[in-house]
């Protein structure tokens, strides 16, 4: 790892998590990465085609760790390529459907990566097994944001941050929906 040559100790990075219709993954994401952080890191979720509405289970997950859902929303990456939206340090893709398209162009040329979930919300079947779909979403995006909450980001360049991120993703397994 290359060593950062300015050091960014008491910055809060902006993080915007992205997925197609930002009600499950990207929220969750959000919410882990607030309460993770500490106060180092800020994040937001969007989606490219937002559904509008948060998924009940996602709700379910989130308030399990006492993370307050009454601001969460769904709604459109548009909003975080305005003018007057924050500029964004990192911004991850937890659904290949979003990764694979055209984004809008995001002030500041944050740093991205792609970390693919499965859709706990297009789990079909019962109570339980969608449930169990959430819960193992959910812990493989808490997995993922530890990794990433913990990089010594003051210490590494550009090069060496965008590598750790991508290689978070790369390294913890994928939603098995069939379990």
């Known amino acids: 790892m290359k060593k950062k040559t300015d050091t960014m100790?008491?910055?809060t990075y902006n993080v915007l998590i992205l997925c197609t219709g930002n009600s499950a993954r990207s929220i969750m994401a959000e919410a882990l990465i607030n309460i993770m952080g500490h106060g180092r890191f800020k994040a937001f979720s969007a989606g490219s085609r937002p559904t509008g509405k948060i998924n009940p289970f996602t709700l379910e997950k989130i308030q399990s760790i006492d993370y307050p859902t009454d601001h969460l929303r769904s709604?459109?990456?548009d909003e975080f390529a305005q003018p007057d939206a924050p500029q964004m340090d990192f911004v991850i893709t937890v659904c290949d459907d979003a990764a694979g398209e055209v984004c809008p162009v995001w002030p500041g040329q944050?740093?991205?990566?792609?970390?693919?979930?499965?859709?706990p919300a297009a789990v079909a079947g019962s109570e339980h097994e969608k449930r169990h779909a959430f819960d193992t979403a959910f812990g493989l995006i808490?997995?993922?944001?530890?990794l990433f909450v913990n990089l010594p980001l003051n210490m590494l360049d550009h090069a060496a941050i965008k590598h750790e991120l991508a290689n978070i993703g790369k390294t913890i397994g994928k939603v098995n929906t069939a379990d």
């Open 75 to 77: 709604k459109s990456w």
């Open 9 to 11: 100790t008491d910055k």
């Open 142 to 146: 808490m997995n993922h944001v530890q």
């Open 110 to 119: 944050p740093i991205t990566a792609h970390w693919g979930f499965a859709d």
